[in-house]
């Protein structure tokens, strides 16, 4: 039996080497797949892209700390004889002659050069003070996103993986089936050309290898989409054909039957809840008094780029906008409304969340009972085959019931198969769902 096996096994590799020898086949590991994507999927770097204009965005909030310095160069003409007076003034060349009447009414073109140094500075602004807290909210939320991407990323690409590893199990099976219908074809063909055998019965082994040779060149075709699809999710080059190693997977000792807050998107909405909480805040806090101070520089003079006569200008500012229509009440209640259907999005989430982890525990006692029943089941359908097998050597059976019992075999064998697959992903999708437990 141990030679069977292993006999079995070298035509699979055989055969498959030769399958994919135009393709660029490389071995891969699940911890170098999650490793490259990680730093390569285009989707986390999207995410991670988006927490960077979050925290550009609240740097941006510097502005109500630091003062704002604005330098001006313009060049002025009129003949308006309040301005023109003031040109005069400005550049503090005013005589006796220009408080003639005549003068004054109709002072003709006067020209000015202003350079000016304007100085802003913010000294108590209450409602900018809770806008930057929640800019630096937003950041968190951001960065909470950015977890969440990756863990969503890594179960993935661990799902693609198995399903790779998947396809080589199925592709073991039919490899394993082809050579069993092969020897069965031999054995059929040589009781055929003895006269012991009807015309029919070689001709039905025969459909059954170019059904078998089909089922086969299709799964091999599928290890090459689902290497695309795992290359694809690392953000790598299409067209690699990858070989995978046994991944181990393991049910957690205590499983969890509600989501927690922890989990990186629940943090996310929640610390999104409290922005909104400080957005309201700061809205409110537009309607008290702002304080600011303020000075500005100036150089005047009538010829251009004339740097003559210099003042300067400086104070601090009191405004209070008592009324405006209304518009900081109604930016209110429309915050208001937008934080309270996050909330229930919220709700919705967590009750979402928690549903989906009864589930995949139930669905989890379904698949360990299921490959119990599939294990049995492919050790009966293998103990079937071998007792048909020899009864067919010695011709107490049909080539039919040969036939239907290898199919059967295989069809256990693949069962089998999928069920551990499916208790694997199910594993890995519950690992998702209670992250940060």
Do not use: C
């Not at 977890?147 to 394993?176: D, G, H, P």
């Not at 915050?335 to 999005?345: A, D, G, I, P, S």
Request: proline share 2%; glycine share 4%; aromatic share 8%.
């Amino acid at each position: 039996m141990v030679y069977k096996k292993a006999f079995i096994f070298s035509l699979f590799f055989i055969q498959t080497l030769a399958i994919l020898a135009q393709k660029s086949v490389k071995p891969l590991l699940l911890e170098d797949a999650l490793r490259v994507a990680m730093e390569q999927n285009k989707q986390i770097k999207l995410a991670i892209n988006d927490q960077k204009i979050a925290e550009a965005q609240y740097k941006q909030t510097d502005a109500i700390f630091l003062p704002q310095l604005n330098l001006s160069y313009a060049g002025l003409v009129t003949n308006q004889p309040l301005s023109a007076f003031g040109f005069k003034m400005q550049q503090a060349h005013v005589q006796q002659s220009d408080f003639n009447p005549a003068i004054l009414n109709k002072p003709g073109a006067v020209s000015n050069t202003l350079t000016q140094l304007s100085v802003q500075q913010p000294i108590y602004n209450a409602d900018l003070g809770y806008m930057r807290k929640a800019a630096l909210k937003q950041t968190a939320v951001y960065a909470f996103q950015v977890q969440r991407s990756k863990e969503a990323i890594e179960m993935q690409v661990t799902n693609a993986y198995l399903q790779l590893s998947f396809n080589y199990e199925l592709v073991n099976v039919l490899q394993e089936a082809l050579n069993t219908v092969k020897e069965i074809y031999r054995f059929t063909n040589d009781r055929y050309q003895q006269g012991l055998l009807q015309k029919s019965d070689l001709l039905n082994v025969e459909v059954q290898i170019k059904s078998a040779e089909t089922n086969l060149a299709e799964a091999q075709t599928q290890i090459k989409n689902n290497s695309d699809v795992l290359s694809q999710l690392m953000g790598t080059t299409l067209g690699e054909v990858y070989t995978t190693s046994p991944v181990l997977f393991q049910l957690p000792k205590k499983l969890a039957e509600t989501v927690s807050i922890n989990r990186s998107d629940i943090k996310a909405m929640n610390i999104a809840i409290d922005a909104y909480d400080l957005a309201i805040k700061s809205t409110k806090h537009s309607m008290f008094p702002k304080l600011n101070g303020f000075a500005n520089y100036q150089l005047n003079d009538a010829k251009l780029f004339g740097f003559g006569a210099n003042g300067y200008m400086a104070g601090v500012q009191l405004s209070w906008d008592i009324f405006k229509g209304n518009q900081a009440k109604n930016k209110i209640a429309t915050q208001v409304l937008e934080k309270n259907k996050l909330q229930e999005q919220l709700n919705e989430q967590t009750e979402k969340s928690d549903l989906e982890i009864r589930k995949t525990i139930a669905q989890l006692a379904d698949t360990k009972f299921k490959i119990e029943q599939q294990s049995i089941a492919v050790e009966q359908a293998s103990e079937a085959l071998r007792i048909l097998q020899n009864r067919y050597s010695q011709g107490l059976a049909n080539t039919t019931d040969v036939l239907m019992a290898q199919t059967q075999l295989s069809q256990q064998k693949m069962l089998k198969a999928q069920a551990i697959f499916i208790q694997n992903t199910t594993i890995n999708y519950l690992k998702f769902l209670t992250a940060n437990q």
